[in-house]
C-alpha cells in the first residue's frame, strides 16, 4: 500500500530536533511572504521557473512537494524563506530543517530531471528590509539520494503503522451503527443531509432545532465519509467549552470495544489550559518541557498515538511521563488525528493552525460548526484590533534609547489626527497613511529591538497590539470601520473594528472540503452565508423541528412596546402580566430584558408590587459559581421568575427541562442599540446586500429572541407558556423569522419541507 506524504511533513517528522523556541518570534504574516517570494522571483532571470511540483517514492512511500524556483540555465535549485528580525538568531534547528527540505527537494528534482548534481541555494528573506542571505552548497545527486533515502527509512515504520491505522480506522467505520438505540425525529434528515454534502463537498448550513442531537448527527454522517475515503480529517468546531465535551462524549459513544479506539481524537485547548509553568516564555533555555522537546516528542507521540483518545487530561499525562510540553504536544498530534475539537478560533482565527496545515498539506477536511449562529460575532472579534494610547504611552516612557524617535513620530502623529477630530467618536472612511507609516516603522524598530534585548513583557503586549492592528490595516476595506474614539486629555483609542467578517473567512470556506454550520437559528440563511463569506452554491436544511404546536403556547403582546423611549410606561403592564401568568400557573419561569437598567426596573417593580412572588436576577459580570446559583434555583417543581438579559450567559445553552422551566417571557425585540456603529454598520451592509437594517439589527435581534425562547420546550413531554411582549411582533416581517412549529394566533405555519431534501439559498431569502 502507498503512502504519500508531503516533504514538509517528512522533514518535520524526521529533522526536527532540539529545543522548542517560540520566544520572539514574529514570522511574517502569510501576505507578507507570499509578497516575498514573489520579490525574489522577481529578482530572478528570465529562464527561473517557480513552484516546481516535484515527486518520488522510496519504497512504498511516495513523496511530493513543490519547491519555490529552478533555474535550469545555473542548474539552481531555491527554496525560500522569509522572516522579521535578526537572522543569526534563528535556532540552529530550523535552519536543519530548511537544509533538510531543501536536499530532499534536490533529488527529487535529480531524479526527474536525470541530473548528476544540482546547486542548492536556501534563500532567506527579512521582509522588512527586503535583503536576501544565501546559502548555498553543491551536491552530487548521488549524494542527495543517500539523503533522501534515509529520511524516507525514519519515516517509514511510521508509515507503515499509519497505513495500517487507516484500514483499522476504515473498516471499523464501515461498520459502526449509530450508537444509540434509535435516530430522533430530523436526526436522521440532518445526517442523510451532511453526508449528501460531504459527497458533493460545499458548504450547508443546517438549522436543526435543540434536542434532536446535532452533535451526533453531524459527526456520525461526518465519520461515515471518513471511511469511504471522502474526506481525511474532521474539525469539529464549537464557540463554547460545553460545546467541545458534548463532542467528545458524541465521539467516545463512537468508538466501539473495549480496546483501542479506531477513530484518532485530539480535543484541542488554550495554552493557558495546557501550560505546566504558566509567565515562563517556550523557550528551552528557561521552561524544562521546551528543553530538548523535540528529542523526547518521537516517544511521546508514539505513546500518544496509541492511546487514540487524547482528551486534554490524556495528553497532559502522556506529556508529564516524557517531560515534554502538554500544550505543543497536543498540537502536534493535531497532525496525527482524524477528528480534532476544539475552539472556532482553530480554523478561523487569522494565525489558525488547522487552517494553515490544510492548505500546506492539502488535506481534504470535513468542518463541523457547532452553534454556527456564535460565529458572526466571534468572527468579528477575531478580525478587529484596537490601540490605546495608554497603552504607546506607558512603553513610550520606559523606551529603550533605541526605540524612542519611532514612539515619538507615533505619538505626534497620532495626537495630530486625534486633535483634528472634534467629537468623541467618529468613523473614518480609511486609516490615514501618515498614521500607518509610523506605526510601520515602530514595529519594524520594536521587532528588532525585541529580538535582541531581554524579556520584556509590557513592551511586547504593545508590539503584537501594534502588529495585529499594521495587519488589519494593510487589508483594510469597507467590511470593517475604523474609528477613534477620544476620551479624558490625550487619551484615544484606535479601533479597526471588522464587521462583514465574510471577506476573511470566505478562504477558510474554500480550503475546506465541506463545511457544515449547523445551530438552532440560521434564519435567513442568506444572513448568514452573506455575512460570513459562504459560498454561493451553499446548501441550506431547515429540519422539521420534533416538537408539537400544542406543546408551547405562544402569546403576542401588542398592547405593550418595549421601545426605549416608552420603556418607563412599559414597566407597570410588564410586571402586571407576569402576575397575572404567575398566579394562573405558579411555576419557573425565566424573563428575558434588553438590558441590565430595564432588568432591574422590571423586577424591582414585580417585588415591590407583587411581593409573594420569588425573583432572582442576573447581574453584569457574573462569574461561574454565580451563575450556577442562578440556575441551581429552577428546581423541579420549583416557583419564581428568574430576570436575565436576552444574548446573555442564560439566553442559551441552558437546558431546564421539565417542571425546571414552565414558561417564558421576552420584553424586547432584541434589537442591537442604536448608535453610530450600528447607523454605519447599516449603510455598509445596505450597499452589499442591500439589507441595511434587517442585517444589522433585526436579524441579529430575533436570533437572540429565538435562542431565549428555545429554554422553554426541551423535551418531547415538555409543556410551556411564551409571551412576547412588544407590538412589533405582530409585523409580518417579524412573525415569518419566528419557528415553524409555534403556534401564534392560529395553527403554525407549514413547514417549507426542506427536511426531504438540501436546497440552495434563493438569493436575499
Ligand atoms: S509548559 Fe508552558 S511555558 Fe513551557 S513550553 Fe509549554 S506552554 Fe510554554
Redesign the pocket.
Known sequence: MTYEVAVRTLCEFTAKRGN?DVRFTPSPSALEGIAGHRVIASRRGSSFQTELTLEGDHGPLHVRGRADGYDPDDNRLEEFKTYRGELARMPENHRALHWAQLRIYGWLLCKQKSLSGVTLALVYFDVASERETVFDEVRSAADLEQHFAAHCQQFMSWAESESAHRQLRDGALQELRFPYPDFHAGQRDLARAVYRRVRTGGALLAQAPTGIGKTAGTLFPALKAMAAGQVDKVFYLVAKTSGRQMALDALRRMQPGDSQPPVRVVELVA?GKL???PG???DGAV?P??RGFYDRLPAARTEAIGISFLDQDTVRQVARRHQV?P??LSQELARWSDVAVGDYNYYFGRSAMLFGWTVTHQWRVCLLVDEAHNLVERARAMYTASLDHEGLESVRRQAPEVLRGAFERVARVWGEVAAAQAEAHRIYDEVPRELLVALDMAVAAMVDHLGQAGPDEALQAFFFEALAFCRLAAEFDTSTLFEITRGEGARSVLCLRNVIPGRFLAPRFAAAHTSVLFSATLTPPAFFRDILGLPRTSEYLDVQSPFQAEQLTVRLVRSISTRFRDRGRSLAPIAQLMARQYAAKPGNYLAFLSSFEYLDRVAGLLSERYPQIPVWRQHPGMKEPDRETFLARFLPDGQGIGFAVLGGAFAEGVDLPGSRLIGAFVATLGLPQVNAVNEEMQRRMDTLFGAGYDYTYLYPGIQKVVQAAGRVIRTATDRGVLYLIDDRYAQSKVRKLLPHWWSIDGPPRAHPGATVGNQTIPAGD
Open positions: 522548542l495554552r501550560c505546566e509553568y515562563m516564555p517556550c521552561c518541557l521546551a510540553c500544550y505543543y
